[in-house]
């Protein structure tokens, strides 16, 4: 006999397949995908405090335990959405001055911040910040940490070409930079830029900057 591998006959046996675990499906991307577009449409529609994970599924066209199966509420759901934002991050512009760099930057920046899904969701989050820790970490990470890194890049590329001195204070410098277009977009939510704001505000940045 063979370790129990023959019968008492002395015919083969064979072992019995072994089954998959429970749960170790996996996870479909474009359903993931749906349910996160799902989200920022709850989100702009009716808010954190009223978005359920019912309405979530329902918006996404998937069952409750869909969503369950990658987030176990909608608070880490809305927060790792958040989070994944600082990752993706935004281009960092590479045209050879400041300025430019900078208007580019503002471009891209105003258009995010003024799409109508964002320009809803982002000042509803900040609110839910004010009443949760976790939320508020996420959403300082998803706006300042993002937006750092591009600024950083162009800063470092700035420093390169001489236009701005070396050492000069980079936080001080981030929020020259970013300050007046979330101040513009998400604060006090101008309805339409004036005209020519961006090149005068990428123009004055550029010249503060200089002067640090």
């Given at each position: 006999?063979?370790?129990?591998?023959?019968?008492?006959?002395?015919?083969?046996?064979?072992?019995?397949?072994?089954?998959?675990?429970?749960?170790?499906?996996?996870?479909?991307?474009?359903?993931?995908?749906?349910?996160?577009?799902?989200?920022?449409?709850?989100?702009?529609?009716?808010?954190?405090a009223r978005m359920s994970i019912e309405g979530i599924?329902?918006?996404?066209?998937?069952?409750?335990?869909?969503?369950?199966?990658?987030?176990?509420?909608?608070?880490?759901?809305?927060?790792?959405?958040?989070?994944?934002?600082?990752?993706?991050?935004?281009?960092?512009?590479?045209?050879?001055?400041?300025?430019?760099?900078?208007?580019?930057?503002?471009?891209?920046?105003?258009?995010?911040?003024?799409?109508?899904?964002?320009?809803?969701?982002?000042?509803?989050?900040?609110?839910?910040?004010?009443?949760?820790?976790?939320?508020?970490?996420?959403?300082?990470?998803?706006?300042?940490?993002?937006?750092?890194?591009?600024?950083?890049?162009?800063?470092?590329?700035?420093?390169?070409?001489a236009e701005i001195r070396s050492g000069l204070d980079?936080?001080?410098?981030?929020?020259?930079?970013?300050?007046?277009?979330?101040?513009?977009?998400?604060?006090?939510?101008?309805?339409?830029?004036?005209?020519?704001?961006?090149?005068?505000?990428?123009?004055?940045?550029?010249?503060?900057l200089k002067a640090l």
């Amino acid at each position: 006999m063979l370790d129990g591998m023959t019968t008492n006959a002395g015919e083969p046996q064979t072992r019995p397949r072994r089954r998959a675990p429970a749960g170790a499906a996996v996870l479909r991307e474009d359903v993931t995908e749906a349910i996160r577009a799902a989200v920022f449409a709850e989100l702009a529609s009716v808010g954190y405090a009223r978005m359920s994970i019912e309405g979530i599924a329902r918006r996404a066209g998937v069952g409750k335990t869909a969503v369950y199966r990658r987030w176990r509420s909608k608070l880490h759901l809305v927060l790792d959405i958040v989070s994944a934002l600082a990752v993706q991050g935004l281009p960092a512009p590479d045209t050879g001055s400041l300025e430019s760099d900078l208007r580019l930057l503002y471009e891209v920046t105003s258009r995010a911040l003024r799409h109508p899904v964002a320009s809803q969701v982002i000042p509803d989050l900040q609110a839910e910040a004010a009443r949760n820790p976790d939320i508020a970490e996420a959403m300082q990470k998803a706006l300042r940490d993002g937006q750092e890194s591009v600024a950083s890049s162009i800063l470092a590329a700035a420093e390169e070409r001489a236009e701005i001195r070396s050492g000069l204070d980079r936080d001080l410098a981030l929020d020259l930079i970013s300050g007046p277009l979330y101040w513009r977009a998400v604060v006090i939510r101008t309805p339409k830029l004036p005209k020519g704001y961006l090149d005068a505000l990428a123009r004055g940045t550029a010249e503060a900057l200089k002067a640090l």
